[in-house]
């Protein structure tokens, strides 16, 4: 059995607007055409995070590097942030880019008042419970953790979501 590998994106060696290798964007409304300008790394009151300042909706930034596209099981961490009621966030997950527009999303959107974050599938299929009774409130950092396995016949997801700080 080969080690698991371990890929980490830290941005600390990057500058605000900045594009990391191997992150590829794809344009609004679920596009499969690219465009690298939309998702970049911003300061965030002093901490580097990648982010956009899109209004767009349904835009997407696809990790293409280290063979990523052989990824069949592995857990995702990071955090993300939400800065004004009026947007979205979320994190895609076990894309297919660019070979079709299937993919999942950790996601939270349609505001004012929102949605908590849940797991949303695009060009595929889900069953289970898919929230996670988290609703985000702008200016907070939120945690989360991802877990994705091909079992062969279906794609098992385990997620989490948190407000920095909490357990």
Known sequence: VPAAATYFEGFDELGPGDNPAGWVDTEAD?????????????????????????????????????????????????????????????????????NSDSYYRLRSGSFPGGEMFHIAPHGTTITGDTSTDVRPTPGVWYKFRISVTDTGDATQIDANVWPEGDT
């Open 30 to 98: 679920n596009s499969m055409t690219r465009s690298d300008s939309l998702f970049t790394v911003v300061d965030s009151g002093g901490d580097l995070a990648f982010g956009t300042s899109s209004s767009s909706v349904n835009i997407h930034t696809h990790y293409t590097g280290d063979d990523a596209a052989n990824w069949t099981n592995y857990v995702l961490t990071g955090r993300m942030m939400l800065d004004d009621y009026n947007g979205g966030l979320g994190v895609t997950f076990f894309s297919d880019y660019p």
